[in-house]
């Protein structure tokens, strides 16, 4: 499954660095800021978790997220 993880621009890079060493992940790439507010910014993931389970473990970690969201396959 393909996700859009909303992040504080802030931490993104150690969200992203977590979710490389994670066995279930299988591509994790930067998908730029937002134009509107520049303090926060995407996260493109594609993992074999469901979005619960990404959320819960974001969540658990006290990562500086928004939330979760499925992305489009095309």
Same mark, same amino acid.
């Given at each position: 499954?393909?996700?859009? $993880?909303?992040?504080?621009?802030?931490?993104?890079? @150690?969200?992203? *660095?977590? +979710? @490389?060493?994670?066995?279930?992940?299988?591509?994790? #790439?930067?998908?730029? #800021?937002?134009?509107?507010?520049? *303090?926060?910014?995407?996260?493109? +993931? #594609?993992?074999?978790?469901?979005?619960? #389970? $990404?959320?819960?473990?974001?969540?658990?970690?006290?990562?500086?997220?928004?939330?979760?969201?499925?992305?489009?396959?095309?």
């Amino acid at each position: 499954m393909r996700y859009i $993880i909303d992040v504080k621009t802030k931490g993104h890079k @150690r969200i992203m *660095a977590a +979710l @490389r060493a994670l066995k279930s992940t299988v591509k994790v #790439e930067f998908g730029g #800021e937002y134009h509107e507010d520049r *303090a926060y910014c995407q996260i493109h +993931l #594609e993992s074999s978790q469901s979005e619960d #389970e $990404i959320d819960n473990w974001l969540w658990k970690r006290n990562f500086d997220y928004v939330g979760v969201v499925p992305r489009d396959t095309e």
